[in-house]
């Protein structure tokens, strides 16, 4: 690694690859988990009946990572680094993988909504478990997708 020949430290574009690569290896993390929470749609309270402290901080968390991971997925993160570091992680390549990660996203979301409309005469859903779903797949699918093409692109 070559640092900047005035100061001996890493030069911007160091620094920014570092990050992509940071990214692209943490950013499974919270995707999974938040699929793995988004298995427990049904778990929470029955009709009618107050909700327990514990699926308050379930459906809490659910929304509060749901919300993160979203603003991941539209501003990239990397909020520590220089304002010409973040531009530089936010390159063509990147805008075109959030751009088909979004359309993956939106014909994912259509096609639940669709399954969800078909099976509502067989399956009786309270509107938070349809909520749950939706979100999880709103914000699972173009996640996965991001992460997918970002890390193929990664390696080559």
């Given at each position: 690694?070559?640092?900047?020949?005035?100061?001996?430290?890493?030069?911007?574009?160091?620094?920014?690859?570092?990050?992509?690569?940071?990214?692209?290896?943490?950013?499974?993390?919270?995707?999974?988990?938040?699929?793995?929470?988004?298995?427990?749609?049904?778990?929470?309270?029955?009709?009618?009946?107050?909700?327990?402290?514990?699926?308050?901080?379930?459906?809490?968390s659910?929304?509060?990572?749901?919300?993160?991971?979203?603003?991941l997925?539209?501003?990239?993160?990397?909020?520590?680094?220089?304002?010409?570091?973040?531009a530089m992680?936010?390159?063509?390549?990147?805008?075109?993988?959030?751009?088909?990660?979004?359309?993956?996203?939106?014909?994912?979301?259509?096609?639940?909504?669709?399954?969800?409309?078909?099976?509502s005469?067989?399956?009786?859903?309270?509107?938070?478990?349809?909520?749950?779903?939706?979100?999880?797949?709103?914000?699972?699918?173009?996640?996965?997708?991001?992460?997918?093409?970002?890390?193929?692109?990664?390696?080559?």
């Open positions: 690694m070559t640092s900047h020949p005035s100061t001996g430290s890493p030069s911007t574009g160091q620094i920014a690859e570092r990050a992509q690569r940071r990214r692209n290896r943490i950013l499974w993390v919270p995707i999974l988990f938040f699929i793995w929470q988004g298995a427990y749609f049904g778990a929470y309270a029955t009709p009618h009946t107050p909700l327990r402290a514990v699926e308050l901080v379930s459906l809490g659910h929304l509060f990572l749901g919300v993160v991971l979203l603003f997925l539209a501003t990239g993160g990397g909020w520590r680094y220089s304002k010409a570091v973040r992680l936010d390159d063509e390549s990147t805008r075109a993988h959030r751009a088909q990660a979004y359309a993956w996203g939106f014909w994912a979301l259509a096609l639940c909504i669709l399954a969800l409309y078909g099976a005469p067989f399956v009786h859903l309270e509107l938070g478990e349809i909520a749950h779903i939706l979100l999880s797949v709103a914000v699972a699918v173009p996640a996965l997708r991001f992460v997918f093409l970002e890390r193929r692109a990664d390696r080559g």
